[in-house]
């Protein structure tokens, strides 16, 4: 595809969202289970474009937001259907930063039959659920494109919308880091700092402050780590006997998996997190490696250099087969 066919392409889709939008009212508004500071970030600004229209709608999780980001503007609002669920279904459904429907959760039980969605998110994997799609892979996080279909949209931008998406660019680009930064991100970046947005106050509250429940997992999954016979692989792991003795969250792991990645001669870092006896969540971090790929091959996906899946067995059996999936790729 041209450079110029791929730019018509997305001015279509941005306009398909718009008129979604714009067409329909009474949303649900969905991220990802387990929510990110993405997954957050989108839910709040998509909520906040929906009131700039005079829409009504309802945010809501299958869990709890991580309370770390309860500095962004109407955190409150929303709801966690493990503790409040709706007790009526939607007919038009906004989902975000979900790679595939499976990702929502038990929110889609809110979802009448024959309800329209429309499917705004960013991963390469996404397997194009929905009756509309605003996807882009070549975008660093969701509120990247929702940035996009706000200025298309001709909305008068402010603070409370560009904390919303700085924030969600922040946690997903490890603070303007990765290799999905480019010129098009810190433009946007630069043009919310104009707009008023404290970049230094935000980076501070996502990416630097934890909590001493992350500080203690941080000290257990370290003293689990291991590495391949070349070196080329390391890994760690956190059992549900570990986040009951420290009493923490499932948020407080988060950049947990950077660790053994970023080891020197590291090529793949993994996360092995229990999540029920015979099950475990892996999340896969490489600078160089298509583990996207690699996540695929058990059922999950992602991105190229960030992914995870979920693999049942005992943790000495998966740790094993994941790891000579992952050498196989690196022979």
């Known amino acids: 595809m041209t450079r110029g066919a791929a730019v018509d392409k997305l001015a279509a889709r941005l306009q398909a969202a718009s008129e979604f939008m714009r067409e329909h009212d009474d949303f649900l508004v969905v991220s990802h289970v387990q929510p990110d500071g993405d997954a957050v970030s989108s839910t709040l600004a998509v909520g906040w474009m929906l009131a700039q229209l005079g829409k009504t709608y309802t945010m809501i999780n299958e869990g709890r937001l991580p309370a770390k980001f309860s500095y962004l503007p109407n955190y409150e609002r929303v709801l966690s259907f493990t503790e409040q669920a709706p007790s009526r279904l939607f007919r038009h459904v906004i989902s975000v930063d979900c790679a595939d429907y499976a990702r929502i959760g038990k929110v889609s039980e809110l979802f009448a039959e024959g309800a329209k969605l429309l499917n705004i998110d960013h991963h390469p994997t996404n397997d194009g659920f929905g009756a509309c799609q605003l996807i882009v892979p070549d975008a660093s996080a969701t509120v990247e494109i929702l940035y996009d279909l706000a200025v298309q949209m001709g909305f008068a931008l402010d603070t409370d919308f560009g904390r919303c998406i700085y924030t969600g660019l922040l946690t997903d680009t490890g603070g303007f880091r990765y290799a999905s930064v480019g010129p098009k991100v810190m433009q946007i970046a630069a043009d919310l700092l104009k707009l008023g ?15 001493v429940p992350q500080m203690k997992l941080l000290q257990k999954g370290l003293s689990t780590l291991r590495f391949s016979d070349d070196r080329k692989i390391a890994w760690v792991h956190i059992s549900l006997e570990d986040m009951a003795a ?21 090529l793949v870092g993994l996360m092995f997190k229990q ?38 067995g005992e943790l000495q059996e ?9 050498g196989s790729m690196l022979t």
């Open 197 to 211: 947005v404290n970049g230094h106050e935000l980076a501070e509250a996502a990416l630097e402050k934890m909590t």
């Open 246 to 266: 420290i009493q923490a969250e499932s948020e407080d792991m988060d950049g947990l998996v950077n660790y053994p990645r970023n080891v020197e001669g590291v």
């Open 275 to 312: 999540r029920g006896p015979l099950s475990w969540k892996i999340s896969l971090r490489s600078n160089t490696v298509n583990v996207a790929e690699i996540a695929q091959k058990f059922g999950g996906g992602g991105h190229i250099r960030a992914a995870g899946c979920t693999v049942e």
């Open 318 to 326: 998966v740790t094993e087969r994941v790891v000579r999936e992952v």
